[in-house]
């Protein structure tokens, strides 16, 4: 079973930078995807980035040029630098993980393993 640990985030001015990490533990091999969504409050759940084992990424279209996945499978780590960030980027950010063998990389109910969340507020 996949566990997944966040951390980063927190809070910061319009324009600024954050970067978000999410450690991964437990059986790994399997994975496909793994990817950061978010939910604002009143929203439903969205797809921000994701990124396929051999390295191959995807962005929403509201965070393309602003936002990077990577990863570091040495760690099975995954972090999303977010840049440039928005007021409107300001939502509950969590990590997931598609073990399955159909993974559309934003696809929230594709993901079978969450991470706990982790709060940024992005102030105008």
């Known amino acids: 079973e996949v566990q997944l640990v966040q951390s980063g985030g927190g809070s910061v001015q319009a324009g600024g930078s954050l970067r978000l990490s999410c450690a991964a533990s437990g059986y790994t091999y399997s994975r496909n995807y793994m990817g950061w969504f978010r939910q604002a409050p009143g929203k439903e759940r969205e797809g921000v980035a994701a990124?396929?084992?051999?390295?191959?990424?995807y962005y929403a279209d509201s965070v393309k040029g602003r936002f990077t996945i990577s990863q570091d499978n040495a760690k099975n780590t995954v972090y999303l630098q977010m840049n440039s960030l928005k007021a409107e980027d300001t939502a509950m950010y969590y990590c997931a993980a598609c073990t399955g063998s159909w993974c559309p990389p934003l696809t929230v109910r594709y993901y079978n393993y969450w991470g706990q969340g982790t709060q940024v507020t992005v102030s105008s």
């Open positions: 990124i396929y084992a051999l390295g191959r990424t």
